[in-house]
């Protein structure tokens, strides 16, 4: 693994090998300078100074001093310093004339340099660093022709070769502000270069990679991934690790429930989504709500830890448990065990926890019990071990394992069916009303109608209400239905001149927007004397005040009041004596049998003879053949209904 760094430790190496650089650099241009002035500037120096050695010998050739006292002037020469060395040449024109030296004549012929000076060429040779030599061409010109008679104007009549050593090597200013100035843009230009390809390396791309992967992270809403950028910059490490560390907190806080610090149910779908084949128990404690409500929040909570904490101790160690709502547990288990064990294994977690005592506060205990669903398999693990959850509590048994037979689940697709059913049938008006005629039991006279509801599938065929009415009150469109029922039986009125019952249940009274829809549509119309509400509840009336208000107020529109199914939920006398009902409509399951029935019989006279004391009529529901309608007629019932008179149909 590569030791991590610094961004200080980074800048400071970046600066460190760019100053190398450039020094480098700065280094190899100043000895290219140096060199330049070597070249240039002693040039400049050993060609004044071949000139001034000339101009010396000139004047004592004018004066017609001969060889020798020329000889003596270089000799003088060479003594003014010590390092410096002064030798003069002379070519073959100046020879021919005045004599061939023989040192000279050896020179010309062995020195390359002279012979190229002698061809009018300035000659610098740089022997080191320390030391030049300068070959000076003397170059014939108009007054040197008075002399050298046999030459012509341009031509090498001798050359002046000077050696001396190079120091205090004068250097111009402008080229050394020249210098630092392209030192200084170079040092920055490289600076620049090295910073911009470093941060670009160790900065820009790692934290460009940093926030793309937490846009990858909120994108995917997947807080289980983690940054990693595999980088040696321990700021950036740093901040990985603080943001993968929030991740880590989020990741524990969506997944684990915070009382217990269990894997939550998210974790759990997770898992069982993964169809892997395993055992699923469901452990929901009994009544705990009770318990919470009785002893306060915190000693509920104290209860579910304490729980939890059983049953981490008491599970199989290659197990997982999880929390899942309120009052509920979840033990995972994808060892091969058989459902013998299986059970044991319920069995003992349920003993472990009801033998156990829970001490509510000082005096109190509390003693617990629960339900346990177990499902086996490798799909719809949760909801089957949900299924069996409910059974057993509804079974009031320890536990239940769920098979394949138990046909709540397809209770839940109804449900979910039928409740689209049931709105699209109201989206497209397939709610639709009919009637059924109730006669006078002695002349078969059709005297009223029952509005019955039915719902018209996409076919067009009528499906009674026995398929969809529980459903409409578990999907809360129970109330709907009601106010369509009542809009389109008053819709009827107008096509029939005999009277017609409503069916309302209590929760119909007690429903604000059902009753002020029945007021309305009695307000406005002038039926409410042909109108009779039949009260359906099957149980006892718990809201009577409500219920006697609302018979009161239709009553002064002239409607009448009827009590369905008497003999189950309103067999109530006191009740019909309080509610002044104008009708009593005998329950079927009195009615379907009197003719052979003994039992049925004595309680219809019963009723009958109360009815009849307190006025009010009555009426025999199911009359399905003549052996049924003549004892109902026998017996003195005043109005007969049932399809031995005629079904349900539309007015149309």
């Known amino acids: 693994m590569e030791k991590s760094t610094t961004y200080k430790k980074l800048i400071t190496k970046i600066i460190l090998f760019t100053l190398v650089i450039t020094l480098s650099v700065a280094f190899l241009y100043g000895e290219y300078l140096k060199r330049d002035a070597i070249e240039k500037l002693t040039k400049i120096d050993a060609k004044k100074t071949s000139k001034l050695i000339f101009q010396s010998l000139y004047s004592a050739m004018e004066k017609g001093w001969n060889k020798k006292d020329l000889t003596n002037i270089i000799n003088r020469i060479n003594t ?196 892997n084949y395993a055992s699923l128990m469901l452990i929901n404690i009994d009544k705990f709500q009770e318990i919470n409500d009785l002893y306060g929040d915190e000693t509920g909570n104290n209860l579910l830890v304490h729980i939890s904490e059983l049953l981490e101790e008491n599970s199989p160690k290659s197990s997982n448990l999880f929390k899942l709502h309120a009052d509920e547990y979840a033990l995972y288990y994808e060892q091969d065990i058989s459902l013998e064990e299986l059970q044991s294994l319920a069995l003992y977690l349920i003993e472990i926890i009801e033998k156990n005592i829970f001490v509510v506060n000082e005096g109190n205990e509390a003693h617990v019990n629960v339900s346990v669903g177990i499902a086996v398999g490798n799909e719809a693990l949760l909801t089957n071990a949900d299924i069996a959850l409910k059974i057993a ?85 129970y109330p709907q239905l009601t106010m369509i029922m009542v809009r389109k039986t008053f819709e009827k009125f107008s096509k029939i001149d005999k009277k017609i019952s409503i069916n309302l249940s209590v929760d119909d009274i007690l429903n604000k927007e059902v009753y002020d829809c029945i007021m309305t549509h009695l307000k406005i119309s002038n039926f409410g004397q042909r109108v009779v509400f039949e009260l359906i509840e099957s149980e006892g009336i718990e809201n009577f ?108």
């Open 393 to 477: 509590k509804r079974k009031r048994q320890k536990f239940i394992l769920y098979d394949s037979s138990m046909k709540i689940e397809h209770e839940y697709e109804q449900n979910l069916k039928w409740g689209k059913k049931i709105k699209d049938a109201i989206k497209d008006d397939r709610i639709v009303p009919l009637f059924q005629p109730i006669v006078n039991t002695q002349t078969q006279e059709v005297i009223k109608y029952e509005s019955l509801i039915r719902l018209k599938d996409e076919s067009g065929e009528l499906i009674s209400p026995i398929h969809f009415l529980d459903l409409a009150k578990k999907n809360k469109l």
């Open 80 to 275: 003014i310093d010590e390092e410096m060395s002064v030798n003069v040449y002379r070519s073959p024109i100046v020879a021919k004339v005045y004599g061939e030296i023989e040192n000279d004549k050896k020179v010309r012929k062995a020195n390359p340099f002279v012979k190229k000076a002698l061809n009018n060429t300035e000659i610098l040779n740089i022997i080191d660093e320390s030391l030049i030599q300068f070959y000076y061409p003397i170059v014939a010109k108009d007054q040197c022709l008075k002399c050298h008679i046999n030459a012509k104007e341009g031509d090498v009549l001798g050359v002046i070769d000077i050696s001396y050593p190079v120091r205090d090597l004068k250097v111009s200013l402008t080229s050394m502000i020249n210098f630092f100035v392209i030192f200084i843009i170079l040092f920055s230009i490289v600076l620049f270069i090295a910073l911009y390809f470093e941060f670009d390396k160790y900065l820009v791309k790692p934290i460009k990679i940093f926030v793309n992967k937490i846009n990858q992270i909120t994108d995917e809403k997947d807080i289980k991934q983690r940054v990693d950028l595999s980088n040696k910059i321990e700021e950036l490490s740093s901040m990985q690790k603080v943001f993968n560390k929030m991740l880590d907190s989020l990741e524990y806080q969506f997944y684990n429930d915070e009382l217990t610090s269990l894997p939550n149910r998210k974790r759990l779908l997770e898992v069982v989504n993964k169809n």
């Open 545 to 652: 005040d409500e219920v006697l208000n609302f018979i009161e107020e239709v009553k002064t529109y002239g409607c009448q009041i009827s009590i369905d199914d008497f003999g189950t939920g309103y067999s109530n006398f006191e009740y019909l004596m309080k509610l002044k009902v104008d009708y009593i409509k005998i329950d079927a399951s009195m009615i379907k049998n009197i003719d052979v029935n003994k039992d049925s019989q004595m309680v219809t006279e019963t009723i009958l003879d109360f009815a009849n004391k307190m006025g009010i009529e009555t009426i025999a529901e199911f009359i399905h053949s003549k052996n049924v309608y003549e004892k109902v007629k026998e017996l003195g019932i005043h109005y007969a209904q049932g399809y031995y008179f005629g079904e349900p149909m539309s007015l149309d």
